[in-house]
């Protein structure tokens, strides 16, 4: 089991907060504590209103160790993220930061295979670009059915094995670092992969030679069935990774249990375990997804 970060509350200014999409915003924060520590997989809870007596957990985008900033991507879905969608430059919350446990880099001769679904494309982001930093061959895929959030770019930049998109379009906030990135979509669309992000993560693998797939880690978040999907490739090819759960939150720092997970243990028997605190960065193989 990890050991999560101290976190800490701090206040926090909104610098910006910009729609992307029509429900989706980029909000860049401004605060004292919490940023440098925070690291791909952590989360922040924040206030997003007075009326509300829960804050609110967010996977960390970016951060900015000297400008003491610290982004998230967000989705409208409900009460708190309503009010945060109507924040401007100036206005100031409570935040704390970081939260849980982070992803870990995979082993100096692995590759790493992110897989993201919608708002999951977040936590990857960022730690696609801490792999890339370190040295670490990483590709990052994000399923998508909305409108793309980020701008998009022709890619010149090959993947790991094999490409099955023709033409294919890339994020290009990765292909400037030179991390090779795709797309899919279960419509038709061009640059895209049409189908599941899970089955073109399977056709990538599958082209690969055996000893390059076995050197490789997949790394996970999204919607739960996705999820679910990507432990079955990962069962498939005999591989192992690291999955980032979402789950409805209440302290945030494991002191009601609201938001547990079933886990295994090391004797095979599994509990419930917190996804605030023990997680929620977890083993792929470890979640129990049957239960889920």
Same mark, same amino acid.
């Given at each position: 089991?990890?050991?999560?970060?101290?976190?800490?509350?701090?206040?926090?200014? $909104?610098?910006?907060? =910009?729609?992307?999409?029509?429900?989706? !915003?980029?909000?860049?924060?401004?605060?004292?504590?919490?940023? %440098?520590?925070?690291?791909?997989?952590?989360?922040?809870?924040?206030?997003?209103?007075?009326?509300?007596?829960?804050?609110?957990?967010?996977?960390?985008?970016?951060?900015?160790?000297?400008?003491?900033?610290?982004?998230?991507?967000?989705?409208? $879905?409900?009460?708190?993220?309503?009010?945060?969608?109507?924040? &401007?430059?100036?206005?100031?919350?409570?935040?704390?930061?970081?939260?849980?446990?982070?992803?870990?880099? #995979?082993?100096?001769? &692995?590759?790493?295979?992110?897989?993201?679904?919608?708002?999951?494309?977040? #936590?990857?982001?960022?730690?696609?670009?801490?792999?890339?930093?370190?040295?670490?061959?990483?590709?990052?895929?994000?399923?998508?059915?909305?409108?793309?959030? !980020?701008?998009?770019?022709?890619?010149?930049?090959?993947?790991? +094995? @094999?490409?099955?998109?023709?033409?294919?379009?890339?994020?290009?906030? =990765?292909?400037?670092?030179?991390? #090779?990135?795709?797309? +899919?979509?279960?419509?038709?669309?061009?640059?895209?992969?049409?189908?599941?992000?899970?089955?073109?993560?399977?056709?990538?693998? =599958?082209?690969?030679?055996?000893?390059?797939?076995?050197?490789?880690?997949?790394?996970?978040?999204?919607?739960?069935?996705?999820?679910?999907?990507? /432990?079955?490739? /990962?069962?498939? !090819?005999?591989?192992?990774?690291?999955?980032?759960?979402?789950?409805?939150?209440?302290?945030?720092?494991?002191?009601?249990?609201?938001?547990?997970?079933?886990?295994?243990?090391?004797?095979?028997?599994?509990? @419930?375990?917190?996804?605030?605190?023990?997680?929620? $960065?977890?083993?792929?193989?470890?979640?129990?997804?049957? %239960?889920?």
């Amino acid at each position: 089991m990890c050991q999560p970060v101290t976190s800490h509350q701090t206040k926090a200014t $909104v610098l910006f907060n =910009q729609q992307l999409t029509k429900t989706q !915003f980029l909000l860049r924060l401004q605060a004292s504590d919490g940023i %440098k520590e925070a690291k791909p997989g952590h989360f922040i809870h924040l206030n997003c209103h007075p009326s509300l007596t829960l804050p609110r957990p967010f996977s960390i985008l970016d951060t900015d160790i000297k400008q003491g900033t610290l982004d998230v991507f967000y989705q409208v $879905v409900g009460e708190g993220t309503q009010h945060m969608a109507g924040w &401007q430059a100036g206005f100031e919350t409570t935040m704390l930061s970081p939260i849980g446990c982070h992803f870990t880099k #995979p082993d100096s001769d &692995q590759n790493a295979l992110l897989i993201a679904g919608g708002i999951g494309y977040a #936590p990857l982001d960022f730690f696609a670009r801490e792999l890339k930093k370190q040295g670490v061959k990483t590709t990052l895929l994000l399923g998508i059915e909305s409108d793309p959030p !980020f701008e998009l770019t022709s890619s010149s930049t090959p993947l790991l +094995s @094999y490409d099955p998109i023709k033409n294919p379009l890339s994020i290009s906030r =990765q292909e400037a670092m030179g991390i #090779p990135s795709r797309l +899919s979509s279960l419509e038709e669309k061009p640059g895209f992969y049409k189908g599941y992000v899970t089955q073109l993560a399977a056709k990538i693998l =599958q082209k690969m030679d055996t000893k390059e797939c076995e050197n490789t880690r997949l790394y996970v978040c999204g919607p739960t069935p996705m999820m679910k999907a990507a /432990a079955l490739v /990962a069962s498939q !090819f005999k591989i192992g990774g690291q999955v980032s759960l979402e789950e409805h939150m209440a302290c945030g720092f494991g002191g009601c249990a609201g938001c547990v997970a079933p886990i295994r243990d090391a004797d095979d028997s599994w509990n @419930y375990r917190r996804v605030c605190t023990d997680g929620p $960065v977890f083993d792929l193989n470890d979640v129990v997804w049957e %239960k889920i």
